[in-house]
């Protein structure tokens, strides 16, 4: 279970998008877009000044992540490097491969995210990392960065 | 594939939603809140004031649809009932089975709609029905109201 993990294997996703004379729908699907099946939607919304989410890595989730409205900073880790961007527009989805530690901050007023899921909660729930150090200790153990 | 359709199909599902100091996340998981396998989620934002969507049903597809912000009037006809609701809040969805005509009227401004399918897009693209008179003489004609 300890697959290499890389802040290079995040990506930002272009996602379909239809845009009408009746509004905009966006689309999505197993694909280009959702780099994997979709076992399960959230949403986070209503997201106080100064409130952070995330603070966590998951061993078994890989996450699409779409920022509907407003903006919010995503940061992931690998144990060596990190990403973040600043996520405000709904064109474009974070995909974060499993095992990476993610923060959400900055959260602008009226913020909503959509995120997909490629594991029920059931199979998520176990696969969680909340301890920092431990989970340093994992990824930087794992034979990840052996090259 | 003439299942007998009724607007009496139609309910609101009341969403799981676990609301903290760091704002409310809400689960969209094939179950109670969910009645199907999700194959497909998109996103309606946009929409100009006065315009409409939907006017089409589908013989395939089953629908999940939630306003995570603002406000919109969901209309579903089975060619002799119909059912409307007022959507103005993220904690319910409406569900849609298949082969109802549906009209989404009355955004707000600012609206933002999830849909959650229950096919993919090449399942569903053959199966719309868009022209009313033609749809109305299928499911009159189903044996749906030969009770």
Same mark, same amino acid.
């Given at each position: 279970?300890?697959?290499?993990?890389?802040? /290079?294997?995040?990506?930002?996703?272009?996602?379909?998008?239809?845009?009408?004379?009746?509004?905009?729908?966006?689309?999505?699907?197993?694909?280009?877009?959702?780099?994997?099946?979709?076992?399960?939607?959230?949403?986070?919304?209503? +997201?106080?000044?100064?409130? #952070?989410?995330?603070? /966590?890595?998951?061993?078994?989730?890989?996450? &699409?992540? +779409?920022? =509907?409205?407003?903006?919010?900073?995503?940061?992931?880790?690998?144990?060596?490097?990190?990403?973040? /961007?600043?996520?405000?527009?709904? $064109?474009?989805?974070?995909? &974060?491969?499993?095992?990476?530690? +993610? $923060? =959400?901050?900055?959260?602008?007023?009226?913020?909503?995210? =959509? +995120?997909?899921?490629?594991?029920?909660?059931?199979?998520?729930?176990?696969?969680? /990392? #909340?301890?920092?150090?431990?989970? =340093?200790?994992?990824? &930087?153990?794992?034979?990840?960065?052996?090259?």
């Amino acid at each position: 279970m300890s697959a290499p993990v890389s802040v /290079h294997d995040c990506r930002l996703v272009p996602l379909p998008r239809r845009a009408g004379d009746a509004g905009c729908l966006t689309v999505f699907e197993p694909g280009d877009a959702v780099p994997f099946e979709v076992r399960r939607t959230f949403t986070i919304a209503d +997201v106080p000044a100064g409130a #952070r989410r995330g603070g /966590h890595a998951n061993a078994r989730t890989r996450e &699409l992540i +779409v920022c =509907l409205r407003g903006a919010v900073t995503v940061r992931a880790r690998d144990g060596r490097a990190e990403t973040s /961007h600043r996520l405000d527009s709904a $064109d474009v989805g974070f995909y &974060l491969p499993a095992m990476m530690w +993610v $923060d =959400l901050e900055d959260f602008a007023p009226d913020t909503i995210l =959509l +995120v997909l899921a490629d594991t029920s909660w059931e199979e998520a729930r176990d696969a969680y /990392h #909340r301890d920092y150090s431990r989970w =340093l200790r994992r990824v &930087l153990g794992s034979g990840a960065y052996a090259a």
